[in-house]
């Protein structure tokens, strides 16, 4: 089962949002006003814009716009810093659930929609191979198929879920793109490559051991 928001407004946490429409309708994504009206009907919560504001997300797009200045290439400048919350689950009747939400990227334009709701690119769950939640230069995720392509190299090629997911982010490398993944299998054993600096993450196994990293190991 699949549900995803994207281009919504006023939504205090567009994931609750998207849970509903895989819970109660037969859509997967619903998209900017439809999204809110369907949410106003569930009881959602939505808030004005200002909600939103941090000084330091202002500060970002206002040192951005200065730099979109300068460039004579017109053709926008990338934001450097991800900042996407994804997780994924396994419960003990071995279903797997995986969630992303995403801001978006900063300074983006024309309602463009990132890889966080497409599924398959930055999110995807299948109980028979693993759960999946992206992060990174969305245009690359949806790309690639970043999500599914995981699943598939497991499922068809047979790798494990550490293969599976460094494969999926030497074939990001190569076409430029750069971002991270975390991905649980079926099993419960856990692969969280990336190609930038770090990436905050952070995992709990089934004996309570729990482990937090943000740069290399
Ligand atoms: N993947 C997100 C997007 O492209 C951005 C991010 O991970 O920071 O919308």
Request: hydrophobic fraction near 35%; glycine fraction near 12%.
């Amino acid at each position: 089962k699949a549900g995803a928001v994207a281009g919504v407004k006023h939504i205090k946490n567009p994931i609750n949002l998207a849970r509903l429409v895989m819970e109660k309708t037969w859509h997967v994504l619903l998209t900017g006003e439809g999204a809110e009206k369907f949410a106003q009907e569930q009881g959602i919560e939505l808030v004005p814009q200002e909600y939103f504001k941090t000084e330091r997300r202002w500060k970002q797009i206002q040192d951005i716009l200065e730099k979109e200045k300068a460039d004579s290439t017109k053709q926008g400048v990338a934001p450097q810093k991800h900042g996407t919350v994804g997780c994924v689950a396994l419960d003990r009747f071995g279903n797997i659930a995986a969630g992303t939400s995403t801001g978006g990227m900063t300074n983006k334009r024309f309602g463009r929609v990132g890889d966080s709701p497409i599924i398959g690119a930055g999110t995807y769950a299948n109980n028979s191979t693993c759960g999946v939640s992206c992060t990174g230069d969305g245009e690359y995720f949806i790309r690639l198929g970043v999500a599914k392509d995981i699943s598939d190299m497991m499922e068809y090629k047979g790798m494990t879920v550490k293969e599976a997911s460094q494969t999926a982010i030497d074939k990001l490398t190569k076409l430029g793109g750069t971002g991270g993944v975390i991905v649980l299998d079926k099993d419960g054993n856990i692969a969280m490559p990336f190609n930038t600096s770090g990436m905050y993450r952070a995992y709990i196994d089934a004996n309570g051991d729990a482990v937090v990293q943000i740069y290399n190991e």
